[in-house]
């Protein structure tokens, strides 16, 4: 049973950065693709980041594209989002999941099968 715990979200104005973490217990998720995923208030969920499990290949929503960095450290079970040039727009609560049947990254959040628990994001202006 694999439990995923997010931290590294916080209040940042406009502009700034953000590093998520995502740190993986109960069994190694080296063969499993990784994804970001963002809720924002009074949307739905949507797909953010994704990698596969060489850390190889990356997705990423157009929305991030040349401003989120997604990234894993196999060894340390840890998945990661550099988040750079951050607006209001990116506030959400940001949960990373596994996907236990997919080793290429993808976006599709119906192939990811273990969630966390969320960290917020918020962006001031």
């Known amino acids: 049973q694999v439990q995923l715990v997010e931290s590294g979200g916080g209040l940042v104005q406009a502009g700034g950065s953000l590093r998520l973490a995502c740190v993986a217990s109960g069994r190694t998720v080296s063969n499993f693709a990784m994804g970001w995923f963002r809720r924002a208030p009074g949307k739905s969920r949507e797909s953010v980041a994704s990698?596969?499990?060489?850390?190889?290949?990356?997705y990423y929503v157009d929305s991030v594209k040349g401003r989120f960095t997604i990234s894993r450290d196999n060894p340390k079970n840890t998945l990661n989002l550099q988040m750079n040039n951050l607006t209001p727009e990116d506030t959400a609560v940001y949960y990373c999941a596994a996907s236990v049947s997919r080793s290429s990254a993808t976006l599709l959040q119906s192939d990811y099968d273990v969630w966390g628990q969320g960290t917020q994001v918020t962006v001031s202006s």
């Open positions: 990698i596969g499990v060489s850390g190889h290949s990356t």
